[in-house]
């Protein structure tokens, strides 16, 4: 037997997780999660606050260990699975003042010698210095100290420091919390870039739907310690009940229809009225709708005494 | 090259640089210059008065003494105070998502305690040998065991500052932890002199702990025969102080490695965020 060709190794997850539990005395943070991520893929947990996004991502680092379940990173349990391990996988993490007399071009070289051991001929560990540098838009700032760099020229460090090994699996948790829009636009294209060019998994969550719509090849919402919803921005619309609104306009008129079968009422509604008809508009539930749906059915189950009178009809 | 070995050269190169963008801080200088020049302002209040029955100076005979407290000092607080800071802070975590990066940051931290004492010694040395005579000795027979003690002294204290670095809580509490529990045994290890004027109990617990042996060791090295007048017992205990010295090494890097091991396996993003924001609390009453 050969070993296992690279389309059959393409399909085997990076991430499997099952049945994670995470309980914190006697709050259970975690209860029953099941995923998994793709090679290539771009995965992005949202969930509320205090829905153990960023726990579940520290497991899947290796920094905490889970009450139950079984988490497999790149075929090794992330607890367990030693230095060579981490050379292969990338953390972005949110920094505070480390390192603060440092440049970025020195923190950069120091560390990604760590990595050189590491190297293969698919994968030259570390990345050049001068490249990571431009790559993030720091290479007029290589030279500052730390201490000196604006918040989001650290945070463009950290994702650089994160993928100074070229990791095959990365991992972002809020990477883009407190950036101005044109920094998170250029942090969009970089993620667009690392996955494209260097076929690398990433796994990030984010408070930003509408981040969360641009980067995301699939969605996973985290609600009371479980996965609610998982499949792409558009799959996870289609989930919702009354997820399309019709708006048109009939002799001066406006009329708003909510319904789960668009085509099917626009098509009657063309066929019923030969004319008059005008200013067409077909709108699907955004991702938001979808989130906040799902969100408060989840919560609501959670807490029976709250009642489900509120809806998001009208938005 | 074996990957532990490549990472501990990557340590060794981390501390050095820490080191050198220290020598330009203001800070750093003003802890040298002031550590180095207290030293020498004690020695020269007490520059006339000498060791009762022997013609040896105050200067002369607590240099060595001073020496190893000094080195204490250095070894001990300087890697508590980085481990309790910087595993707050991040830089901690930032090296342990390096492969073996844990091996490099601890060798990093080491490398640049045992760095910074160069500046100190010099001071202290180069400041004595031109204040006060016979105080430095000259004779290189003398530095060939002085060295070797230092270096011997280093290895039982170094562990030492490993450990409270990782068992303090926050950062507030290596004062209580570190560097009180240091000045105090520099006082009963006799550093600044007369460790006979204390009870005897006293003078057993000191003979415990290593700081007590690398002062007595010093002024063996240091010190013509006649000094041993000075000494508890009125004798040399070489073999006893060597044995001491390497007992805290071997034992002190075990636990060292224990408790670095678990402090460090605690860390993760959220722990680094939690002390952030408790921080910033702080900042903000």
Redesign the interface.
């Known amino acids: 037997m050969s070993t296992l060709d690279p389309p059959h190794r393409v399909d085997q997850p990076v991430v499997t997780v099952d049945g994670l539990w995470m309980r914190y005395g006697d709050n259970d943070v975690l209860r029953g999660v099941d995923l998994d991520v793709r090679r290539g893929e771009v995965v992005v947990l949202l969930g509320p606050n205090g829905a153990g996004k960023t726990t579940t991502i520290e497991i899947l680092e290796g920094f905490r260990r889970p009450s139950a379940g079984s988490v497999h990173v790149l075929g090794a349990d992330p607890l367990h699975a030693g230095e060579a391990w981490r050379a292969r996988v990338g953390v972005v993490l949110q920094s505070w003042r480390d390192h603060a007399r440092w440049t970025p071009r020195d923190l950069l070289d120091h560390l990604g010698a760590y990595y050189a051991y590491f190297s293969t001929d698919e994968r030259p560990r570390p990345v050049p210095t001068d490249e990571l540098l431009s790559l993030v838009g720091l290479s007029d700032a290589s030279d500052q100290r730390l201490l000196t760099l604006s918040g989001g020229q650290r945070r463009r460090l950290d994702v650089a420091v994160g993928i100074v090994g070229r990791p095959e699996l990365l991992f972002l948790d809020e990477p883009t919390a407190g950036f101005d829009p044109q920094a998170r636009r250029e942090f969009h294209e970089l993620v667009h870039r690392l996955t494209d060019l260097e076929g690398t998994t990433v796994l990030l969550t984010t408070h930003d739907l509408s981040e969360a719509e641009k980067l995301a090849d699939r969605i996973l919402i985290l609600a009371g310690g479980r996965i609610v919803a998982d499949g792409s921005a558009d799959e996870l619309a289609r989930q919702i009940r009354a997820n399309a609104e019709v708006r048109w306009t009939q002799d001066g008129q406006r009329y708003v229809h909510a319904t789960t079968d668009a085509t099917g009422f626009v098509r009657r509604l063309l066929d019923e009225h030969s004319s008059g008809i005008e200013e067409l508009e077909i709108r699907r539930a955004s991702l938001e709708d979808t989130y906040i749906e799902l969100v408060r059915a989840y919560e609501s189950a959670d807490l029976a005494a709250v009642p489900t009178s509120l809806t998001t009809e009208g938005s | ?1 074996d ?1 532990r070995l ?2 501990v050269t ?1 340590g060794m ?2 501390g050095w ?2 080191f050198v ?1 220290g020598l330009r ?1 203001s800070q750093d200088q003003t802890f040298y210059v002031f550590m180095g020049l207290g030293v020498l302002a004690l020695l020269w209040f007490n520059r006339d008065e000498v060791l009762e029955g022997t013609t040896l100076t105050v200067p002369q005979v607590v240099l060595p003494s001073l020496i190893a407290g000094v080195l204490m000092f250095s070894i001990v607080i300087g890697p508590a105070y980085a481990l309790a800071l ?1 595993r707050e ?3 901690l ?3 342990r ?5 844990l091996h ?1 940051y601890l060798t990093g931290v080491a490398t640049l305690t045992v760095v910074s004492l160069v500046p100190l010694f010099v001071i202290m040395l180069g400041g004595s040998a031109i204040l006060f005579d016979g105080a430095v000795p000259t004779d290189p027979r003398r530095w060939a065991l002085i060295v070797p003690v230092l270096l011997l002294g280093i290895l039982a204290n170094l562990s030492l500052g490993f450990t409270i670095g990782s068992l303090v809580p926050r950062i507030q509490q290596v004062t209580t932890w570190g560097m009180l529990p240091v000045i105090g045994l520099a006082w009963i290890s006799g550093i600044f002199g007369e460790i006979e004027r204390l009870w005897g109990w006293v003078q057993v617990l000191a003979q415990a702990f290593p700081l007590y042996w690398l002062g007595h060791l010093m002024r063996y090295a240091f010190l013509p025969e006649a000094a041993v007048v000075g000494e508890l017992y009125g004798s040399w205990r070489i073999g006893w102080g060597i044995t001491v010295l390497v007992a805290w090494s071997v034992a002190g890097s075990a636990l060292a490695a224990l408790v670095v091991r678990r402090m460090a396996r605690r ?4 722990a ?2 939690e ?2 924001d408790q921080a910033a609390n702080m900042y903000v009453r």
């Open positions: 090259m990957l490549h990472a990557i190169r981390r640089h820490e963008i801080s910087e802070d991040g830089t975590l930032r090296c998502i390096a492969p073996y990066g490099g860390q993760s993003g959220a680094v965020a002390a952030r």
